[in-house]
C-alpha cells in the first residue's frame, strides 16, 4: 500500500497559498526601447528572503545567454515541482533514495506572427535508491508525483517522465 500524504494538523486542500515576486527591467541602454537593438533584454527576479535571479530573453530573441529565460525557468519549475513530489512519497513510503537528476527537455513552436507556446515538456528522473525490492514502488510514486505537481497541473501541454533508477 502507498501512504500519499502524513502530515499532522493540515488536511489537503484546506488553504490556499499567495506567492509574490517582483521583476524589473535592468536592461535600459541610455534610448529606452528605441528600436529593437537599443536595450538589453536583462531583468532582475525578486522574492523575498531569497537571491536574485537575473533573467534575460533566449538568445534568439537578443537575450543573454549566461542568464536564465522564462523558457527554462518553466521547464525546471515542470522538474522541479516533480523532484519534491518524488522524494516526499519516497520518504513517506519508506523508500531510501540517496541521488536523484533529471534532464528535462521542453519543446517550444513560435509561429510566424512572434506568438509561441510549449507543445510538451519530458522530464527523465534518474533516481538511486538502495532497494531493489522497491523498486516497483518508486516507479508508482513517478506516477503519483506526476498527478500530484502542482505546476503540471497548471500548464495546457503535455507533461510526460521517463523515469530511470539504479540499485545502490
Not at 143 to 148: D, G, L, N, Q, S
Request: with cysteine; aromatic share 10%.
Amino acid at each position: 500500500m502507498i501512504i500519499i500524504r502524513k502530515e499532522k494538523g493540515r488536511k489537503p486542500g484546506d488553504s490556499k497559498r499567495n506567492y509574490q515576486v517582483q521583476i524589473e527591467w535592468k536592461g535600459y541602454t541610455g534610448v529606452g526601447t528605441k528600436d529593437y537593438l537599443s536595450y538589453s533584454r536583462e531583468t532582475l527576479i525578486k522574492a523575498k528572503g531569497k537571491p536574485d535571479i537575473i533573467g534575460s530573453s533566449d538568445a534568439v530573441f537578443l537575450g543573454n545567454t549566461k542568464h536564465w529565460n522564462p523558457e527554462e525557468m518553466l521547464v525546471a519549475s515542470l522538474a522541479t515541482c516533480h523532484e519534491l513530489w518524488f522524494l516526499a512519497l519516497a520518504s513517506i513510503n519508506k523508500i531510501s533514495v540517496i541521488a536523484y537528476k533529471d534532464k528535462p527537455e521542453g519543446f517550444m513552436t513560435e509561429r510566424e506572427d512572434g506568438a509561441g507556446a510549449f507543445e510538451s515538456v519530458i522530464l527523465k528522473p534518474h533516481a538511486s535508491i538502495t532497494d531493489e525490492k522497491q523498486l516497483e514502488i518508486a516507479h508508482e510514486l513517478h506516477h503519483i508525483a506526476h498527478e500530484k505537481c502542482f505546476i503540471a497541473n497548471s500548464v495546457n501541454f503535455d507533461v510526460t517522465y521517463k523515469p530511470t533508477f539504479e540499485i545502490r
